[in-house]
T-cell receptor, first 115, second 111 residues
Framework: DVKVTQSSRYLVKRTGEKVFLECVQDMDHENMFWYRQDPGLGLRLIYFSYDVKMKEKGDIPEGYSVSREKKERFSLILESASTNQTSMYLC??????????????FGPGTRLTVL | SQQGEEDPQALSIQEGENATMNCSYKTSINNLQWYRQNSGRGLVHLILIRSNEREKHSGRLRVTLDTSKKSSSLLITASRAADTASYFCATVSTSGSRLTFGEGTQLTVNP
């Protein structure tokens, strides 16, 4: 079974703190994604990566950065957390685009609260 | 902006009944996928239908796709209380490879 794990299920941080959210997948997937999910807004793509050290902006990259130093690990970084970044963060992975299926496998999510 | 829009936003039925959820989208697609999310958890892939397919089955799930109307439907037959979850459609456009999600339908199946 594909497994995507996220470092924390719940996280509480203070405004201005630097926050790291870690995601690890064990299926040798090329693509990895970070979404945030908010009521009434659905899932919105923050960043994605299609290879080690490669990254692409999604729909809402402002206030976030990412790092992919190893194929299995994709980190989301909030350089200076703000209250409007309180949300559920979901990591996902998939095989390369060439596979054509694009099915994504999701982690359990991290509920981040910024006070 | 969201590519897919689910309808209805919320659906409440009794166990044993069928549940139908609809999804509309705006641009040409390569494929359309349905996902399920239990409360407070990640999403789980249910089924994928390609643009050249019209209908697909998987267990109690039936998905249809009408590319002329840019719409899809997900039918869950003989629903169970354990089917209670949010259901999302997601599209992959012909011009890209990203998934774009709708806002989801909250299904409640009452025992």
């Amino acid at each position: 079974d594909v497994k995507v794990t996220q470092s924390s299920r719940y996280l509480v941080k203070r405004t201005g703190e630097k926050v790291f959210l870690e995601c690890v997948q064990d299926m040798d997937h090329e693509n990895m994604f970070w979404y945030r999910q908010d009521p009434g807004l659905g899932l919105r793509l923050i960043y994605f990566s299609y290879d080690v050290k490669m990254k692409e902006k999604g729909d809402i990259p402002e206030g976030y950065s990412v790092s992919r130093e190893k194929k299995e690990r994709f980190s989301l970084i909030l350089e200076s957390a703000s209250t409007n970044q309180t949300s559920m963060y979901l990591c996902a992975s998939s095989f390369s685009w060439v596979a054509q299926s694009n099915e994504q496998f999701f982690g359990p999510g991290t509920r981040l609260t910024v006070l | 902006s969201q590519q897919g829009e689910e309808d209805p936003q919320a659906l409440s039925i009794q166990e044993g009944e069928n549940a139908t959820m609809n999804c509309s989208y705006k641009t040409s697609i390569n494929n359309l996928q349905w996902y399920r999310q239990n409360s407070g958890r990640g999403l789980v892939h249910l089924i994928l239908i390609r643009s050249n397919e019209r209908e697909k089955h998987s267990g109690r799930l039936r998905v249809t796709l009408d590319t002329s109307k840019k719409s899809s439907s997900l039918l869950i037959t003989a629903s169970r209380a354990a089917d209670t979850a949010s259901y999302f459609c997601a599209t992959v456009s012909t011009s890209g490879s990203r998934l774009t999600f709708g806002e989801g339908t909250q299904l409640t199946v009452n025992p």
